[in-house]
């Protein structure tokens, strides 16, 4: 059972345009959510994070929004660029859990 | 401040071989887990230790095993390896439960 579903699986998105990843989860335990920017061959690397307590965290071009009540969370990237090219994941952990769940990932492309 | 190393970066092993992977953490950093990334599955949670001390294990077979020595470095093993089992095998080092996960470039295993 997918504790995190991500969508979509792959982006293209024009330079300069906004990306926009997705990211539904039903345990009501979690109450931390990361993202992960992953290049290949390469490890993830922690982007941005946000807690239940704000509906939105802004770090430089990249923005989550979080909706605690639809049990979903996006990541927002603005004025994307060809340098922005990877794989994204979103996850989600609860306070008291040892493990992150992780959704399935979004290739996202981004053309010059 | 050192980030997450993992070694060997690549390893080919042939099947029924067991292989052991390296992970030093983050200096401070008391927690550390593994994870497994497949295109197929994704990334999928394989244990946590803390304080020398496993705390959650995910759905893998017996031979996928581990251990955290007193100054936080841990190491995963696989015995008898499978085809199945290549994989990036990713370690995730944090601070304890609810805080940031920083993870490592990643062992890519490859049996052959």
């Known amino acids: 059972q997918q504790q995190v579903k991500q969508s979509p699986q792959s982006l293209i998105v024009q330079k300069g345009g906004i990306s926009i990843i997705n990211c539904a989860y039903e345990n009501t335990a979690f109450d931390y959510f990361p993202w992960y920017q992953q290049f290949p061959g390469k490890g993830p690397a922690l982007l941005i994070a946000?807690?239940?307590?704000?509906s939105e965290k802004k770090e430089g071009r990249f923005t989550i929004s979080f909706n605690k009540s639809a049990k979903q969370f996006s990541l927002h990237i603005m004025d994307s660029q060809p340098g922005d090219s990877a794989t994204y994941f979103c996850a989600a952990t609860a306070r008291t859990g040892n493990q992150f769940y992780f959704g399935t990932g979004t290739s996202l492309t981004v053309i010059p | 401040k050192a980030g997450v190393t993992q070694t060997p970066r690549y390893l080919i092993k042939t099947r029924g071989q067991q292989v052991t992977l390296s992970c030093s953490p983050i200096s401070g950093h008391r927690s550390v887990s593994w994870y497994q990334q497949t295109p197929g599955q994704g990334l999928q949670f394989l244990f946590e230790?803390?304080?020398?001390?496993?705390?959650n294990k995910g759905n893998f077979p017996g031979r996928f095993s581990g251990r955290q020595f007193s100054n936080s470095r841990s190491e995963m093993n696989v015995s008898t390896l499978e085809l199945g089992d290549s994989a990036l095998y990713l370690c995730a080092s944090r601070i304890d439960l609810g805080t940031e996960a920083f993870f490592g470039q990643g062992t890519r295993l490859t049996v052959v």
């Open positions: 946000i807690r239940p307590d704000v």
């Open positions: 230790y803390f304080s020398e001390t496993q705390r």
